[in-house]
């Protein structure tokens, strides 16, 4: 069991340029949530989807900012026309199905994306 | 909207001795987890200890226990026998039931002193 997969490790771009960041959760977990890390801060909800579905995205900026969960392959949070404010680490997430009280719930962290925008 | 306050941002303890690390939080609602995660300079998120807001008896992992004061709304964990390996950011999360959606804290930077 791989674990939740996430790439590059880290990424450089230009401001204007766009950054994608890639997100394999763990085997038999159906949900990815989308973190962002600014430095000296905590984590900070962007995202949370199932296969195909975005469920809640209420923490995505509203714009250059989008992401999706395709019924083949990873999840990807993409980034448009990025900016130096863009500049932070990107930690994917991902849970079992949820039910009951089973303590499916927990997240299993992916070991983040860190975007460096120059 | 779910708040969770972690009011040391930074904190020091010898190596062998006990430390606890405060977290409050704010909901309405009556059913939720509350975690601590363990974030060392690796950057990796790692899980240390689960509580469901159901149960009274306060989670205990190895060395890592909290003190869950559901009515005063304080999810505290402690540490014995601190160990090097223990330097690392601590965040507190509440996650409400059901749901998804993690809430989490700044943190607190805990410092592991030989």
């Known amino acids: 069991n791989a674990g939740v997969m996430q790439n590059p490790r880290h990424l450089v771009r230009r401001r204007g340029q766009e950054a994608r960041l890639r997100c394999s959760p763990m085997?038999?977990?159906?949900?990815v949530y989308w973190y962002r890390q600014l430095p000296e801060e905590g984590l900070k909800f962007m995202v949370y989807?199932?296969?195909?579905?975005?469920?809640?995205e209420s923490g995505m900026p509203k714009e250059r900012f989008s992401a999706e969960f395709p019924k083949e392959g990873p999840s990807i949070l993409r980034i448009q026309q990025v900016v130096r404010g863009d500049s932070a680490a990107y930690f994917c997430?991902?849970?079992?199905?949820?039910?009951?009280?089973?303590?499916?719930?927990?997240?299993?962290f992916g070991a983040g994306s860190r975007l460096t925008v120059l | 909207a779910q708040t969770v306050t972690q009011s040391q941002p930074e904190m020091s303890v010898q190596e062998a001795e006990t430390v606890t690390l405060s977290c409050t939080y704010d909901?309405?609602?009556?059913?939720?987890?509350l975690f601590w995660y363990k974030q060392p300079p690796s950057r990796q998120m790692i899980l240390v200890i689960r509580?469901?807001?159901?149960?009274?008896q306060n989670a205990t992992e190895n060395r890592f226990s909290v003190n869950f004061q559901k009515a005063a709304k304080s999810f505290s964990l402690k540490i014995s026998d601190s160990q090097l390996g223990d330097t690392a950011m601590y965040f507190c999360?509440?996650?409400?039931?059901?749901?998804?959606?993690?809430?989490f804290g700044t943190g607190t930077s805990l410092t592991v002193i030989p």
């Open positions: 997430a991902s849970s079992p199905p949820t039910g009951g009280w089973s303590g499916a719930n927990v997240l299993t």
């Open positions: 085997k038999g977990h159906s949900h």
């Open positions: 989807l199932q296969k195909e579905n975005i469920i809640d």
């Open positions: 909901t309405s609602e009556n059913n939720y987890y």
């Open positions: 509580q469901e807001a159901y149960k009274q």
């Open positions: 999360a509440f996650m409400k039931h059901p749901g998804n959606q993690f809430y």
